[in-house]
């Protein structure tokens, strides 16, 4: 609700680049950098939350539980979400934009993967990839971009808040992207890209409803 998602939420991607390709909150984020500032063929804006700057093997112990309160957590993002969002105006967006997104979460890979593809406003669609580490004990989120981008980014949850907070780092900027579920069937979620001065490059807001499974 990468992100995400996501929500996503995915929930994603969602969750934009720092390196040259674009952050994503868990799929949740389109492409829409106008010509002259950031093409949106270079900058896709994340469910979900982050770029490819994070290439550490993916490794998890041997045969974790698939019924892991880690797992569970997961649980929140599957299923169908529209998610409607805003970015505002700042270093890499020229001009405040909105857009929306249809996405559908489900397990995959025997369940141990959460999948969530999303087809958005401006026509580009995606995939999300997360999951628990158990070896590193954090959650992990890929996203992929029809544009043919990608990203990654490491998250942890916050149990008290129902908030998944997805973080990616790249020399002196951070990406955060901040899923909090209102309930079951509605989040709000946020993307900030800031450098160690705290000045913001990048800002988004959205909110995700679960919307009725199609049959």
């Known amino acids: 609700?990468?992100?995400?998602?996501?929500?996503?939420?995915?929930?994603?991607?969602?969750?934009a680049a720092l390196s040259g390709s674009p952050?994503?909150?868990?799929?949740?984020?389109?492409?829409f950098f106008p010509a002259g500032c950031?093409?949106?063929?270079?900058?896709?804006?994340?469910?979900?939350?982050a770029a490819a700057w994070m290439y550490a093997p993916f490794?998890?112990?041997?045969?974790?539980?698939?019924?892991?309160?880690?797992?569970?957590v997961l649980d929140h993002f599957v299923g169908q979400w529209r998610a409607t969002y805003k970015a505002s105006k700042s270093e890499?967006?020229?001009?405040?934009?909105?857009?929306?997104?249809?996405?559908?979460?489900?397990?995959?890979?025997?369940?141990?993967?959460?999948?969530?593809?999303?087809?958005?406003?401006?026509?580009?669609?995606?995939t999300s990839i997360l999951t628990y580490d158990d070896q590193r004990r954090c959650y992990r989120s890929w996203w992929f971009s029809s544009s043919g981008q990608m990203s990654e980014s490491l998250g942890q949850w916050d149990a008290?808040?129902?908030?998944?907070?997805?973080?990616?780092?790249?020399?002196d900027l951070t990406s955060t992207t901040r899923h909090h579920f209102l309930d079951?069937?509605?989040?709000?979620?946020?993307?900030?890209?800031?450098?160690?001065?705290?000045?913001i490059y990048f800002r988004m807001e959205g909110t995700s409803v679960r919307t009725p499974a199609q049959k």
């Open 160 to 171: 008290a808040t129902r908030t998944m907070t997805w973080t990616a780092l790249k020399d």
């Open 59 to 72: 490794a998890v112990s041997a045969d974790p539980p698939l019924d892991s309160a880690e797992q569970k």
């Open 23 to 31: 952050l994503n909150s868990s799929a949740l984020v389109p492409e």
């Open 92 to 126: 890499f967006v020229p001009y405040e934009k909105s857009g929306t997104a249809d996405l559908v979460t489900g397990r995959t890979v025997g369940g141990r993967f959460i999948q969530e593809k999303s087809e958005h406003s401006d026509k580009t669609s995606g």
């Open 38 to 49: 950031m093409s949106h063929k270079n900058w896709g804006l994340l469910l979900l939350a």
């Open 1 to 15: 609700m990468i992100a995400g998602y996501v929500a996503v939420g995915l929930g994603v991607y969602l969750v």
């Open 184 to 199: 079951d069937d509605n989040a709000h979620w946020s993307v900030a890209i800031k450098d160690s001065r705290g000045k």
